[in-house]
């Protein structure tokens, strides 16, 4: 009788087993199958953007001629005023 206690302790405890660890199989699959969507997401998306957006050049071009533009309406209106 005792024995039959312990083996059916082991079955129940083998089954919970196989049921958590097959979970975090899944799990496990889950996730790796989205880290390579994602690497492959980020191939996709990063030519994307780089033809989208504007060249660093051009970005300091701009703020640098906004600033001269700025500087030169400061003097503008200092001398006249």
């Keep these: 009788m005792w ?3 312990v083996r059916r302790r082991r079955l129940s405890r083998l089954r919970v087993g196989s049921l ?5 199989l899944t799990i496990v699959k889950i996730a790796f199958i989205g880290v390579i969507g994602l690497f492959f997401a980020a191939f996709l ?4 953007f780089a033809f ?5 050049d ?6 640098d001629s906004q ?3 700025w500087i030169e309406t400061e003097k503008f209106s200092t001398t006249f005023s």
């Design 67 to 69: 600033l001269r533009f």
């Design 58 to 63: 051009e970005v300091v071009r701009r703020e």
């Design 45 to 48: 998306l990063l030519p994307v």
């Design 52 to 56: 989208n957006l504007p060249s660093p």
């Design 20 to 24: 958590t660890s097959r979970k975090i």
């Design 3 to 5: 024995r039959d206690r």
